[in-house]
């Protein structure tokens, strides 16, 4: 179990390094702005609070004094609350205000930081066992643990009482977005709090808590800093991963077409605007050549399309629904594919024999597609690329 709770602790740490490291990357533009240097200060107290917990799981004792990595470990996530709930009160109060506030949660979080140590000591903590820090009957350690979960809650009740009404205040998509990812990190800080607290006020009346609910405390704490953490760097990894997501969609694209591609090419090699390759470098490039190839080697296929072709190869039984609708719209663009499909397939061995059916469609274009919406154009031919398949695997 405890190596799920360092895995917990370490998973959060690289969270709050990764955040550290994305916003010092803006220091030169912004250090002269005290709400970043109080954003800075935050991630590193978050940093420093999870680092000290994976040396707690991993040794008893840090600089030669025991449970002082646990000490240190608390210590930091005070100070990272209260320069948390700092940064919030630049968000919500302007003036005089924010600085009579400001200096209110320094002393607080300086007199709990106090607090915390004097009775660590006075319990006698560097004596103790390290699990007695979970939950104790010891009056003095008691009142240090929930001493120190009530500093963790303090600020999650703040963030969830005003992110919720600041995200949909905003018109920003991506403030909104981070608002909202804020907001997830806080209900879940506040139900790591509430279990945390079960944990402790259990153990202190001598009820065996289970080995589960020790993880489901590092879990959660785990999850909820990493939202944070998230929410934090919003503005960093969002386009990157919608830029993988759209690379991702794109190179599936480019698969799937590839049957398709392949036997129009073979039939029609003057499609090809170069040779073929393999690289994906080019992706965007790739993916607009090879529709732009199988629409050319489409149309010179078309003198052997029979226009009364009706399907061959569709599956049976395809219509739409009665009544129409979402559904029935799908079910008929997905027969409209296999019908394209079996007609494409009809016609490459029509040419292959050199037969040309008297009625082609030699005239015209392709149907009522809008061939200049190129994402439309894609999701079609994907879906007839893979009725194509489906149909040559079937002969």
């Excluded at 490291?21 to 803006?26: D, E, G, I, P, S």
């Excluded at 909104?176 to 806080?186: D, E, N, T, V």
């Excluded at 289970?210 to 909820?224: K, M, N, Q, T």
């Amino acid at each position: 179990m405890n190596t799920i709770r360092t895995l917990c602790f370490v998973i959060a740490a690289l969270s709050s390094y990764a955040a550290l490291a994305y916003r010092l990357c803006q220091g030169r533009r912004s250090w002269r702005d005290g709400a970043y240097r109080t954003l800075i200060t935050t991630l590193f107290f978050q940093c420093l609070t999870f680092t000290m917990g994976a040396v707690a799981m991993r040794s008893e004792s840090f600089l030669g004094v025991g449970n002082l990595a646990i000490l240190v470990m608390h210590l930091a996530a005070v100070a990272f609350c209260v320069s948390a709930q700092v940064i919030f009160l630049r968000w919500a109060a302007v003036g005089e205000e924010v600085v009579r506030k400001t200096r209110f949660w320094v002393a607080t979080g300086l007199t709990l930081d106090l607090l915390l140590t004097a009775l660590f000591f006075l319990a006698d903590g560097p004596a103790r066992c390290p699990t007695e820090f979970d939950g104790s009957g010891e009056p003095l350690l008691l009142a240090y643990l929930l001493a120190f979960i009530a500093s963790q809650a303090v600020p999650c009740v703040t963030i969830v009482r005003q992110c919720g009404p600041y995200a949909r205040m905003t018109d920003n998509v991506s403030l909104r977005q981070g608002l909202r990812m804020l907001f997830l990190g806080a209900v879940i800080l506040l139900v790591y709090g509430l279990v945390r607290t079960v944990n402790v006020l259990s153990i202190a009346a001598g009820v065996e808590i289970g080995p589960w609910r020790e993880a489901l405390a590092s879990v959660l704490d785990a999850f909820g800093i990493v939202a944070l953490s998230l929410s934090l760097t919003m503005s960093f990894w969002t386009p990157v991963a919608s830029g993988f997501l759209d690379w991702t969609r794109s190179y599936r694209a480019y698969r799937a077409l590839h049957p398709l591609w392949r036997d129009l090419y073979e039939s029609f090699p003057d499609i090809a605007l170069e040779p073929p390759g393999t690289s994906v470098r080019d992706l965007d490039y790739r993916l607009h050549r090879r529709v732009v190839e199988i629409r050319d080697g489409w149309r010179d296929l078309r003198p052997y399309i029979e226009r009364a072709a009706g399907g061959v190869g569709a599956p049976a039984g395809g219509g739409a629904p009665a009544g129409g609708g979402i559904d029935g719209d799908v079910a008929a663009e997905s027969r409209q594919a296999f019908t394209e499909a079996a007609q494409i397939r009809q016609a490459l061995h029509a040419r292959r024999a050199g037969t040309i059916p008297r009625d082609n469609k030699d005239a015209g274009d392709f149907e009522d597609r809008d061939t200049d919406n190129f994402s439309a154009e894609v999701a079609w031919l994907t879906k007839v690329a893979a009725a194509y398949s489906r149909l040559r695997k079937a002969s």
